[in-house]
């Protein structure tokens, strides 16, 4: 999980408000409309904000804070509704009323993503609060089994997960290795495309960003950037 920039303009945006506004007034109501994800699309990166995978075959409209079907200012509010895959959305739910906006905070500066092992070689993810604070630990809570399942099925749907996540790794340390042995315009290169990796378009960005802070020695210049802002 990872800060999006929600107020970025785009015309997208300004339609489905309107259409937002529209749909609750209406009897038979629904915010799932296609303006509304076109729209969730571009804000999001195309990109699920929990498990920050972009391979997603079905793409969901969630709420952050849970409408439970009661409250209909929080079902039609626009700042609300958050891009989702459906295994995520699944175990989300109407469970976590508490968890970090991510159009709101830095994520990655709250809590540690890193990759563990590789594959049988006790591969696994961990997920760690830097901070006490009960919206923190609400969001490792929902990343855990999010990233490791929690019935048979979604444990299957979370190896996926894992899987495009190991390969996004690989190619990020294949980019860092580049860069490593570099030199001159080819390590600026290099560098360009790191920082490509980093940005919050990128999938797993979160997982790649702890990659550079658990490797400051030699990969310090990245944590000095102004255009990705990586603290410690
Ligand atoms: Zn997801």
């Not at 570099?182 to 390590?187: N, V």
């Not at 997982?207 to 990705?228: A, G, H, P, Y």
Request: glycine residues 2%; charged residues 40%.
């Amino acid at each position: 999980m990872i800060k999006v920039d929600r107020n970025k303009s785009y015309d997208e945006v300004d339609t489905a408000k309107d259409v937002l506004k529209r749909e609750k007034e209406k009897l038979r109501r629904s915010y799932n409309q296609p303006e509304v994800l076109e729209a969730l699309k571009l804000i999001f990166n195309r990109k699920c904000y929990i498990c920050e995978n972009k391979k997603i075959t079905s793409y969901n409209i969630e709420h952050l804070r849970p409408h439970k079907d009661q409250n209909m200012d929080l079902k039609f509010d626009w700042d609300n509704l958050f891009l989702v895959c459906g295994h995520c959305n699944n175990i989300k739910s109407y469970r976590y009323e508490n968890i970090l906006d991510c159009t709101e905070v830095d994520v990655d500066e709250l809590i540690a993503f890193r990759k563990e092992g590789n594959f049988a070689w006790d591969e696994h993810i961990e997920i760690k609060s830097i901070v006490n604070s009960t919206e923190v630990d609400e969001t490792v809570d929902l990343l855990k089994k999010v990233y490791n399942g929690t019935t048979a099925m979604k444990k299957m749907e979370a190896v996926n997960i894992k899987k495009e996540l190991r390969n996004e790794i690989v190619k990020f340390m294949n980019v860092i290795n580049e860069y490593w042995d570099a030199e001159g315009e080819d390590k600026e290169d290099a560098k360009y495309l790191i920082l490509r990796e980093l940005k919050p378009s990128s999938a797993f960005a979160a997982f790649k960003r702890w990659i550079i802070r658990d490797n400051r020695e030699i990969l310090s210049e990245f944590l000095e950037e102004d255009s990705i802002k990586i603290k410690l």
